[in-house]
């Protein structure tokens, strides 16, 4: 897909859709971003589990409060990212919290999560979007899951897995 987006300070206009989680560019982006994250775990979910075309990389990172670590781990994984083509919907779990498909459907609770992102907005084309303020150093925003789009999918997502 050709697309400018920019994201912070970084910017790239020729995207790499992924597979799944066995797709070679998902493997080796998993081995650059590795060692960035400084004993923190990473969760995927969303379409790369899917077998289908995702566009972005969706996952949390779990650790402890550490903002300086926090920034630079995301900083990282972005810049990576944009490297390969690839663009991360990667953030930080405060609470180290994720929304589980399995959870949802069992219970019909939905979950609500805090978390951190490398930056408070992006331009995508010419669409300039917003979703964080700053708090304590860290861009936060407030999320509710399922998100309504998702469920109107009618698929049954797979809940998320450790990579890291």
């Known amino acids: 897909m050709d697309k400018l987006i920019k994201y912070g300070e970084f910017e790239c206009s020729k995207w790499n859709p992924i597979i799944n989680e066995n797709d070679p560019l998902f493997l080796i982006w998993l081995d650059a971003i590795t060692p960035h994250l400084e004993g923190y775990e990473l969760w995927i979910y969303g379409g790369v589990l899917e077998n289908w075309l995702a566009m972005d990389i969706d996952g949390s990172i779990i650790g402890p ?3 300086t670590k926090i920034n630079r781990i995301l900083r990282n994984i972005v810049k990576i990212s944009f490297e390969f083509g690839i663009f991360p919907d990667i953030k930080y779990s405060f609470d180290g919290k994720l929304f589980s498909w399995s959870h949802w ?6 979950t609500y ?3 951190a992102y490398y930056a408070p907005y992006m331009q995508y084309g010419s669409e300039f979007i917003s979703w964080a303020i700053m708090e304590n150093d860290l861009f936060v925003a407030e999320r509710s899951f399922p998100m309504n789009l998702t469920v109107k999918k009618n698929h049954r ?3 998320p897995i450790r990579f890291a």
């Open 65 to 67: 409060l550490d903002s």
């Open 105 to 110: 459907e069992n219970t019909g609770e939905r």
């Open 113 to 115: 999560c805090k978390s």
């Open 157 to 159: 997502y797979r809940d």
